[in-house]
């Protein structure tokens, strides 16, 4: 299963992959289950972040299975909570591909947008961009590990749970955007309203 052509709804526009198909495909897996990831730095975060994507697409499309990941990350995330079961590397590479191919699926059977993808994974995607530039800027390896993350920057402002909160809630506001708009017609605001605010809080946290 690979993506042959990109539609950008907005622009009336589809762009064909040709050759690039696979390439373009497996670069989308990569991206995203890298972003995924890197939000993994912080108990309940990426559990509760993946369940609200299983929810966008269980609202796209009735599947089962997005129920029973849903109930199954559910059970994680009490003994997440309580320090006695991680997702590490490999459960988050696993749940990260695992949503990657349910997105890429339902965009490749016209179900969801191009547009409403981008929305729905953007804050990990603007994180992990924002990483990478300010590395090399640094003169540092962009694949390196560091503290520089969004949740660790507001771990060292807040506390445990204050942090949480407030990143479950950066994470929500384009969702729900995505969902409560009409993609098509709003993507330029939405967009910019989330890099705004984003931008916004990680200066505003720095400052201090």
Do not use: W
């Given at each position: 299963?690979?993506?042959?052509n990109?539609?950008?709804s907005?622009l009336?526009k589809?762009?064909?992959?040709?050759?690039f198909?696979?390439?373009?495909?497996?670069?989308?897996y990569l991206?995203?289950?890298?972003?995924?990831?890197m939000?993994?730095?912080?108990n309940?975060?990426?559990?509760?972040y993946?369940i609200?994507?299983?929810?966008?697409?269980?609202?796209h499309?009735?599947?089962?299975?997005?129920?029973?990941?849903?109930?199954?990350?559910?059970?994680?995330?009490?003994?997440n909570?309580q320090?006695?079961?991680?997702l590490?590397?490999?459960g988050?590479?696993?749940?990260g591909?695992?949503?990657s191919?349910f997105f890429?699926d339902?965009?490749?059977?016209?179900?969801?947008s191009?547009?409403?993808i981008?929305?729905a994974?953007?804050i990990?995607?603007?994180?992990?961009?924002?990483?990478y530039?300010?590395?090399?800027?640094?003169k540092?390896n962009?694949?390196?590990?560091?503290?520089n993350?969004?949740?660790?920057?507001?771990?060292?402002?807040?506390?445990?749970y204050k942090?949480?909160?407030y990143?479950?809630?950066?994470?929500?506001?384009?969702?729900?955007?995505?969902?409560?708009?009409?993609?098509?017609k709003?993507?330029?605001l939405?967009?910019f309203i989330?890099?705004l605010?984003?931008s916004?809080?990680?200066?505003?946290l720095?400052?201090?």
């Amino acid at each position: 299963m690979s993506i042959n052509n990109i539609n950008i709804s907005f622009l009336n526009k589809k762009i064909l992959l040709g050759e690039f198909s696979i390439f373009f495909t497996i670069l989308c897996y990569l991206l995203f289950i890298n972003a995924f990831n890197m939000l993994d730095g912080i108990n309940i975060s990426a559990a509760v972040y993946a369940i609200l994507l299983l929810v966008f697409l269980y609202l796209h499309q009735n599947n089962i299975i997005f129920i029973v990941l849903i109930i199954s990350l559910l059970f994680f995330l009490i003994k997440n909570y309580q320090n006695k079961l991680f997702l590490g590397n490999n459960g988050s590479y696993l749940l990260g591909f695992i949503l990657s191919f349910f997105f890429i699926d339902l965009n490749i059977t016209k179900v969801i947008s191009v547009e409403e993808i981008f929305l729905a994974m953007i804050i990990p995607g603007l994180d992990m961009l924002r990483l990478y530039i300010q590395r090399i800027y640094n003169k540092k390896n962009p694949f390196k590990a560091d503290l520089n993350h969004l949740h660790h920057i507001l771990l060292k402002k807040f506390s445990y749970y204050k942090a949480v909160i407030y990143l479950l809630l950066i994470l929500c506001i384009p969702i729900f955007l995505n969902y409560f708009f009409e993609v098509s017609k709003k993507i330029y605001l939405i967009i910019f309203i989330t890099i705004l605010y984003v931008s916004l809080i990680i200066y505003l946290l720095k400052k201090k």
